[in-house]
């Protein structure tokens, strides 16, 4: 009998470094965009190539939309001539290298675990940028494109960040109009065709500060079209926060 209990004794005493191991270090923890094995969790849930390949939005940006200026200007060539019915947005990243495939994988490959780590970049660019909302109402979806992807990106993201901010998420915003292949549009073109396309369903929003929260800012004419909706309900104002922001193109382009 005795003898069990020291063979148990000693199997424990063997295991012991390895236990400690696996305290010090949990197992299972991935970077979220190369599958990588991470010694510890980070902030992000990324490795350190990861990160440091990350296109994050530069320290110098536009007043108005967030993306990065490369000169001493205060707007960008995209905001300069087009006056925003929101009051500002900010994103952490550009839509470009890695950030991109984030998002992609997130909307097209059913990688919905990257809501994770965009929600927890969006809440640090709340808080840096010291950013207002009351209510979180994400960008909506059309029935048909809900119908198709299965769930709306823009409200995954959403409750990602209203969790970390302590904000209450309220879908507000309906999308009554079918805009597909808007993609193909310039920007003038978009707006108009995304004129009415949304509606305001809650009335809740009346006098709050609106956090508006979409995936990708590209013109800003689903923002745009969101927030003259979101204030013809009387709400306050509107913010925009979204993952990424596409890159202004080059003047020589
Ligand atoms: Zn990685
Ligand atoms: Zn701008």
């Known amino acids: 009998m005795s003898d069990v209990k020291n063979k148990d004794k000693l199997g424990l005493f063997r295991r012991l470094p390895q236990m400690m191991k696996e305290a010090l270090y949990p197992e299972d923890i991935t970077c979220d965009v190369c599958g990588e094995e991470l010694v510890a969790d980070t902030r992000y849930r990324l490795c350190a190539r990861c990160t440091e390949n990350m296109p994050f939005v530069a320290e110098h940006i536009c007043l108005n939309c967030g993306v990065s200026i490369d000169n001493e200007a205060d707007y960008c060539d995209r905001c300069q001539n087009n006056p925003s019915f ?9 839509y470009d290298g890695k950030a991109r495939d984030m998002v992609y994988g997130f909307k097209f490959s ?19 940028n010291n950013m207002q909302g009351e209510i979180i109402v994400p960008v909506p979806m059309s029935h048909k494109d809900l119908k198709k992807r299965g769930f709306n990106q823009a409200e995954l993201l959403a409750y990602e960040v209203g969790k970390r901010l302590n904000i209450p998420v309220l879908p507000a915003l309906v999308k009554v109009k079918d805009t597909s292949a808007q993609k193909e549009l310039s920007g003038k073109e978009r707006s108009q065709n995304l004129e009415k396309a949304f509606e305001v369903v809650f ?17 800003g004419a689903t923002a745009n079209e969101c927030a003259k909706a979101l204030l013809k309900a009387k709400c306050k104002e509107v913010s925009v926060l979204t993952a990424c922001i596409t890159k202004l193109k080059p003047l020589m382009e």
């Open 203 to 219: 009335p809740q929003v009346k006098d709050r500060k609106i956090l508006l929260i979409d995936d990708i800012f590209t013109t």
């Open 86 to 94: 929101f009051k500002l947005c900010r994103a952490p990243l550009l």
């Open 110 to 128: 059913g990688k919905k675990y990257l809501a994770h780590t965009l929600g927890a970049m969006m809440a640090d660019t709340y808080i840096k």
